[in-house]
């Protein structure tokens, strides 16, 4: 079982329209959270990161949450606009083994029509 | 542009065949992460290093090796290549910060096909 789940696993919205995409993860103990966006063959981009002790973050047009007793985090997109296609993938930063190790979901792809 | 380059863009070689790949990180990064992203998948961590020390191994099969240079550099050694192996491998680099909300920063990745 994959010890960070994001849904759905791929998502078509219209331009203009809002978003939410979830990520659940069962890693412990938790670092951090990121949200990274990933254009079709091209590296992820980061957009945010947040702590345990974050509720919230934004960039832009995109807010995260992050509930770290319920271990559920979500990314809001707001007025989606066409560049928003991409992959989001939610990366759970774990301290194991005496490690620190990155965790990646296997992300949400989103496609935004006109 | 990450300031994170990575050579060859592209490669093509043949099953049981010997590639490496090589990363140049952002100036004055001291950590540079392997991942390998198969096609439709999710990005697999492979190893990192640190200041030229290996710090943390994820999914690296034995016939994976990495080091990473004095200059920082890193090289990403795939041996006995398989079929499987084909996929795009990204490095990424990230520096020192406050607590370890370090940000890391991809390369445009290599993308290898193994025939």
């Known amino acids: 079982k994959n010890q960070v789940e994001q849904s759905p696993q791929s998502l078509i919205i219209l331009e203009g329209k809002n978003c939410t995409l979830q990520?659940?993860?069962?890693?412990?103990?938790?670092?951090?959270l990121r949200w990274y966006k990933q254009d079709t063959g091209r590296g992820p981009v980061s957009l945010t990161i947040m702590t345990f002790s974050e509720n919230t973050k934004s960039n832009g047009r995109y807010t995260a949450t992050l509930d770290a007793d319920t271990k559920q985090s979500s990314l809001h997109i707001t007025a989606s606009q066409l560049s928003d296609s991409a992959s989001y993938i939610c990366v759970v930063r774990a301290f194991s083994g005496g490690y620190n190790k990155l965790i990646f979901g296997a992300g949400t792809r989103l496609a935004v029509h006109p | 542009d990450s300031g994170v380059t990575q050579t060859p863009k592209h490669l093509i070689t043949a099953t049981g065949q010997r590639v490496t790949l090589r990363c140049s990180p952002r100036s004055g990064d001291l950590s540079v992460y392997w991942y390998q992203q198969s096609l439709d998948q999710g990005l697999q961590f492979l190893i990192q290093?640190?200041?030229?020390?290996?710090?943390a191994k994820g999914n690296i099969l034995e016939r994976f090796s990495a080091q990473q240079f004095p200059d920082l550099h890193s090289e990403l050694n795939l041996s006995s290549l398989e079929l499987g192996d084909s996929a795009l491998y990204f490095c990424?680099?990230?520096?020192?910060?406050?607590?370890?909300?370090?940000?890391?920063?991809f390369g445009p990745g290599t993308r290898l096909l193994v025939l």
């Open positions: 990424a680099s990230s520096g020192i910060s406050r607590g370890r909300t370090e940000t890391q920063y």
């Open positions: 990520c659940n993860y069962t890693v412990s103990p938790f670092s951090n």
């Open positions: 290093y640190y200041n030229g020390e290996e710090r």
